[in-house]
């Protein structure tokens, strides 16, 4: 997947749905049918299907882990940590030395299934609060604990032959890992959506802060939120005067009953509507 300005990327939704149809799922599942074929002519291997599904796995569990945190260095992900501040590097770290306490102390015990959910604490850790290269970085540094714990016969994965310990520790961790990658681009893309409204919000509030018109905004429930200026030149109102319905004291007493009413019936209409009424001034004068 690529961004508009050609660079490599791999954030939202569409794009991870992309990346995990085509370099997941089906390249490792036509590519495999080859390569297991050839491994079975050359005598490697008996079992074609055995072939194919260990061929399946392994690159379908390489490619989730190491091919994100390409993409991530190529779409500049290592200039921003660079940029980040001391903190940031702290999380990172506590992020990493947690995975691998979980690794030594939980996952290196006896046969228990549920422990090999000690990890997940720590990925969504890393969902939340990192982009979706961390995740990866994390996914692969808990796959090889999992690897290694499984092939020193510790951990739930440890009960079968070596072979089928392999194929069902690479079943388990491409299930997690999707179902992670993908809580990770829905969470960047929210990130992203709710940062691209702070700064439409900005350049809005800075544009009509610096105009002479007075513009202000209230929610449905007609409390005022945001005031230019002018609007508190002309009436001498605070903003805590306005809220709750506060700005129609600035109104002429004979219009606050139909300014109100207006305002009800719109809210509860759902439409737009116009209204003239008279606003006393500092001077006590109407407008």
């Not at 490697?44 to 299907?49: L, M, N, V």
């Not at 109104?251 to 719109?266: C, F, G, N, V």
Request: charged letters at 15%; glycine letters at 6%.
């Amino acid at each position: 997947p690529y961004s508009d300005e050609s660079e490599i990327r791999l954030e939202g939704l569409h794009n991870v749905i992309i990346f995990s149809l085509c370099a997941v799922i089906l390249a490792p599942v036509f590519v495999s049918a080859g390569a297991a074929y050839l491994y079975v002519l050359s005598g490697w291997e008996h079992d074609y299907w055995y072939a194919w599904r260990a061929r399946v796995l392994s690159n379908s569990l390489s490619t989730l882990t190491i091919v994100p945190l390409i993409l991530t260095a190529f779409a500049g992900a290592i200039a921003q940590m660079q940029s980040a501040p001391p903190r940031r590097y702290l999380e990172l770290g506590l992020l990493m030395t947690g995975l691998v306490l979980v690794g030594f102390f939980a996952l290196g015990r006896q046969a228990d299934p549920t422990l090999l959910y000690a990890p997940l604490p720590f990925l969504l850790w890393a969902v939340v609060r990192f982009e979706i290269g961390t995740l990866c970085l994390a996914l692969l540094l808990a796959a090889y604990l999992i690897f290694v714990n499984t092939s020193g016969g510790h951990g739930p994965f440890a009960m079968q032959s070596a072979a089928e310990n392999a194929l069902s520790v690479q079943l388990f961790l491409i299930t997690i890992s999707l179902s992670l990658i993908f809580l990770a681009a829905l969470t960047s893309e929210r990130r992203e959506k709710e940062q691209a409204l702070g700064r439409s919000e900005a350049r809005y509030r800075a544009l009509v802060m610096t105009s002479a018109e007075i513009v202000w905004r209230a929610n449905a429930q007609g409390e005022a939120f945001f005031v230019t200026p002018s609007w508190q030149q002309l009436t001498g109102q605070s903003d805590e005067e306005m809220r709750k319905f506060g700005w129609l004291q600035a109104l002429h007493p004979d219009d606050r009953e139909s300014s109100a009413r207006l305002w009800q019936q719109a809210m509860s209409e759902k439409r737009v509507f116009e209204n003239e009424f008279r606003v006393r001034t500092r001077g006590g004068s109407y407008r």
